[in-house]
């Protein structure tokens, strides 16, 4: 099983861009799907992108189409959330999961391996 670590969450200004990074340790990451889920206070888990294992398909909640793209280095173990024109909205704890499994899916209870989160804090 994969452990995940991610980085790259900061305090920006509205409109700045992050790129965020899910290191995995393991050889096996590549047989893995890979999710970015995003936490704020007082709210539950929201799905914001995942991608398949070798990476040819992605999947994006509609409120960050257009701004996030997430992608992945099978070489490097890493996959990367790039977020552009941040919005005080995008403010949250980001979260990266692994899936064993043969299925995209945006529900948190099908990744069965999750990171320790990322604070991203977008002020107006």
Not at 108 to 123: A, E, I, K, L
Request: charged share 20%.
């Amino acid at each position: 099983q994969v452990q995940l670590v991610e980085s790259g969450g900061g305090l920006v200004q509205a409109g700045a861009s992050l790129r965020l990074s899910c290191a995995a340790s393991g050889r096996t990451f590549s047989s893995y799907i890979v999710a970015w889920f995003r936490q704020a206070p007082g709210k539950e888990r929201e799905f914001v992108a995942h991608i398949n294992r070798s990476g040819g398909i992605t999947d994006y909640t509609d409120s960050v189409k257009g701004r996030f793209t997430i992608s992945r280095d099978n070489a490097k173990n890493t996959v990367y959330l790039q977020m552009n024109r941040l919005k005080p909205e995008d403010t949250a704890a980001y979260y990266c999961a692994a899936s064993g499994g043969v299925l995209l899916s945006r529900t948190p209870r099908m990744y069965d391996t999750w990171g320790q989160g990322t604070q991203v804090t977008v002020s107006s």
